[in-house]
């Protein structure tokens, strides 16, 4: 009997400083979060489009001009005809009258700029890792060169644009008037992103030129 009283008077006693104590906590909570102290949160980003000059390509110089706009996007003019010069220089059937995608990085190889061929499969896993590239490069700000079985031989165009929100790719084809832009759904993509020479849906990262060491350095006159 004399237990019981006791916790009951404690808990008269305490229950007051107990509440308090919770009282304050969820000021020092409401404090910590209040209005002007919220650190406001931006949306990521989803969508990218880069801006790129468009090149007319010459006959049956769609990749060459392609990559030719590519550089250009770094400050690189080189002409479409010069890279075709380049990749037939190291190619194994010269006569071709297209263009091989690993004989278009190698010879650019030959001039310090390092491509890399980046081919996928033609399977629906194949093209959502691919898009996954497509756009990890497209927010380096780098674009991507891509190979479609348009007719009537295939065509090479630009990727220079996604939008995942509205399920949107953006090309610049060599082969139409300035400035050149189509737009693509991701299904239709899906269909046109394949090789005609080889199965696969064929593709070439672009990278800056690598800088010379010094190359930007000012020199001091004495």
């Not at 890279?83 to 010269?94: E, T």
């Not at 927010?139 to 295939?154: H, Q």
């Amino acid at each position: 009997m004399f237990v019981r009283f006791v916790m009951v008077i404690a808990f008269v006693v305490l229950n007051p400083l107990v509440e308090r104590s919770f009282a304050q906590q969820e000021v020092a909570v409401d404090h910590a979060v209040a209005p002007g102290n919220r650190q406001t949160v931006k949306p990521v980003k989803s969508d990218v489009f880069l801006k790129i000059k468009h090149i007319r390509q010459k006959e049956k110089l769609c990749a060459t001009a392609s990559a030719s706009m590519a550089l250009s996007h770094y400050g690189v003019e080189m002409d479409q005809v010069l890279i075709k010069q380049l990749a037939a220089s190291v190619s194994k059937n010269p006569q071709f009258v297209g263009t091989y995608y690993v004989d278009l990085v190698n010879g650019l190889a030959k001039k310090g700029i390092h491509w890399k061929r980046n081919p996928h499969p033609t399977t629906s896993k194949g093209f959502r890792t691919g898009l996954k590239t497509i756009r990890e490069s497209l927010f380096a700000g780098c674009p991507v060169l891509i190979d479609t079985n348009l007719a009537p031989n295939g065509h090479t165009m630009l990727v220079n644009g996604i939008d995942p929100r509205r399920r949107l790719i953006s090309v610049i084809d060599p082969n139409r008037p300035a400035p050149g832009q189509r737009k693509y759904t991701y299904n239709q993509f899906e269909k046109i992103w394949r090789s005609k020479t080889v199965n696969v849906r064929g593709s070439i990262l672009t990278f800056p030129p690598e800088k010379k060491s010094g190359q930007n350095e000012n020199k001091k006159s004495s």
